[in-house]
């Protein structure tokens, strides 16, 4: 087996070039989806100045095991899915002749699967992005796993959203998440919906929008 599974897996783009953009955007898929689903979440956005893009998942899926199991258990591929967004974000924040967008206008957004990854991600490497968003995710690793993140996150808006009845995601992973978020000195949003399984809610994407507006229409220097 590859210790780098997904290593070179391609990136799906929509909106605009990162040379013109007000704003950028990473959306990682859930197990078993494609990028280009991911897509659909530009046009729900309705920005055509930000930069969206959307890394593959090898075979579709970013770890084999449960986001719960011992960390261990879904090597080598964690890291190398946590390798693939850190190599996304140098492609959005680094100009190489192409055009950038700094990191405190990029918005790392994930659902399911995705949204772990997101969220396990910006933990370990804590900075001020645009924004975080984990809709129906939260950070991987078994019960008790150490939240010990170096770096802190300079109030980044941290949106955690799930349904209370949600069969892959418990509800206090999800608090441990936000917990761990605030202690990294995030700016977060929690939002437990009631009565609720594992999908994406319109009240979710309303947050987000405005979230891209604010990040999007930021006048340059401003945090």
Known sequence: MSNDPHGGQPIERAG??????????????????RARGMLGLAAEIGRDDVAYLAPQAARGTWYPNSFLADLESNQPHLESALGLLGDV??????????????????VLLGFSQGGCLATE?????????????ALSGGLIGPEGTPREYDGAMDGTSV???CGDQDPHIPVERVEETARTFEELEADVEKRIYEGVGHTVLEDELEYVRSLVDGVAERPNGDR
């Open 121 to 133: 991600y910006a933990a370990r490497n804590a900075d001020r992005y645009g924004g975080v968003v």
């Open 16 to 33: 605009a070039d990162l040379a013109d953009a007000s704003a950028a955007m990473i959306l990682v898929h859930g197990r078993g989806a």
């Open 159 to 161: 949106f955690v959203g």
């Open 89 to 106: 974000l140098e492609e959005v924040t680094t100009d190489d002749g192409d055009g950038s967008v700094p990191l405190d206008r990029t």
